[in-house]
């Protein structure tokens, strides 16, 4: 049998004059990053945003959950926001990561004080609630562990045939990773929640490192930011500190930040941006040197059928042109 062939993944979403719009579950640990995606996909006219459902990450669940309300209320928009997991699925939160993403997640910002508060309802059943009530119709982006889909699928197996996609950012499948050599952070901080994805059956479109690393966000985009939208400031703030960690921290040339979240809200909304390879993929759980490797099996004879469309190439400029754009980088 032949190698999976690369393929661009058809536009499945209707086009921008249609009054149906993709319905979203966005999953988050808003550091800053997170923050990016939550406004890409709030501010989109072909998205509908169903819930922002929290967990612990890059930050606690509580700060999480707070900087998600404030994000939100900074749009405008009536999207509710629900909490999720303090911890992982079988481990405890391994804890926040204030050298990326500030004591706060959002660069140690000032964030507003939300108004609202999370709704009472668990982020599981939640997402539960919504892919039944629109079988086939339910696109799930987490750009966080994967603890809350995953809580979900174990409550109700049977959703897994319900949800129509999986638009995950996570993972690493032929690039190094971000936490250890072969492990990226969100499947890394929840290896078993991502295993239970990646078996689960649900369609999955696994937007990794090897295309979140080639969209950069530099600082001059950043400081051509529109002033007059009530996000400006904020965004400002958490980004450049942000920048300025992955200069410390991950050797970036210059003022210059990846946008990991952002891509993943992106390919959900159009999936022609990204070039996909289908491969068998499944998640280490329990090696000393390859805890939260995304394993993907490329060979020409894989001995599993593929299970996941793994994102290889991204049109960058495209995809960046649109993101300023949509935030008022003009």
């Known amino acids: 049998m032949a ?8 536009l499945k979403n209707p086009p921008p004059d249609s009054p149906r719009r993709q319905k979203v579950i966005l999953d988050v640990d808003t550091g800053v990053d997170d923050a990016l995606a939550i406004l890409y996909a ?5 998205l509908e945003v169903l819930g922002i459902t929290t967990c612990c990450g890059n930050v606690d669940v509580d700060t999480a959950t707070r900087n998600t309300l404030a994000l939100v209320e900074l749009t405008g928009k009536d999207v509710p926001v629900y909490r999720g997991s303090a911890n992982a699925l079988v481990r405890p939160f391994a804890g926040p990561v204030p050298w990326i993403h ?8 000032a964030v507003p004080e939300p108004s609202r508060r999370p709704e009472p309802e668990d982020a599981a059943v939640f997402i539960c609630e919504q892919v039944l009530r629109y079988p086939g119709e339910v696109v ?5 562990r994967m603890t809350n889909l995953a809580r979900a699928y174990l409550f109700d197996p049977g959703i897994a045939k319900s949800v129509q996609r999986i638009v995950m950012m996570g993972g690493a499948a032929f690039c190094p990773g971000n936490v250890t050599p072969v492990a990226e952070a969100n499947i890394w901080g929840d290896p078993e929640a991502a295993r239970v994805l990646f078996r689960s059956g649900t369609p999955i479109t696994m937007v990794g490192l090897d295309v979140t690393m080639r969209t950069g966000l530099t600082g001059d985009r950043l400081n051509r930011m529109d002033p007059s939208r009530p996000y400006t400031e904020l965004v400002q703030q958490a980004v450049r500190f942000y920048m300025r960690a992955y200069e410390e921290h991950h050797a970036a040339r210059g003022a210059w930040c990846p946008l990991h979240d952002p891509l993943a ?3 959900a909304e159009d999936p022609g941006l990204c070039r996909t390879r289908r491969c068998h993929v499944d998640v280490e759980t329990s ?16 001995t599993a059928p593929p299970n996941a469309d793994v994102c290889v190439d991204v049109d960058a400029e495209r995809f960046l042109a649109r993101f300023c754009s949509r935030l008022g980088m003009v």
Do not use: F, I
């Not at 709030?42 to 072909?46: G, K, R």
């Not at 799930?140 to 966080?144: F, Q």
């Not at 090696?287 to 894989?302: I, W, Y």
């Open 140 to 144: 799930l982006v987490p750009v966080a």
């Open 287 to 302: 090696g000393d040197l390859t805890l939260g490797m995304t394993v993907v099996d490329a060979r020409g004879k894989p």
């Open 42 to 46: 709030l501010l989109s006219d072909e």
């Open 265 to 267: 809200v992106a390919v």
């Open 3 to 10: 190698a999976q062939p690369e393929t661009q993944a058809p």
């Open 102 to 109: 500030g004591d706060n997640g959002l660069g140690n910002a």
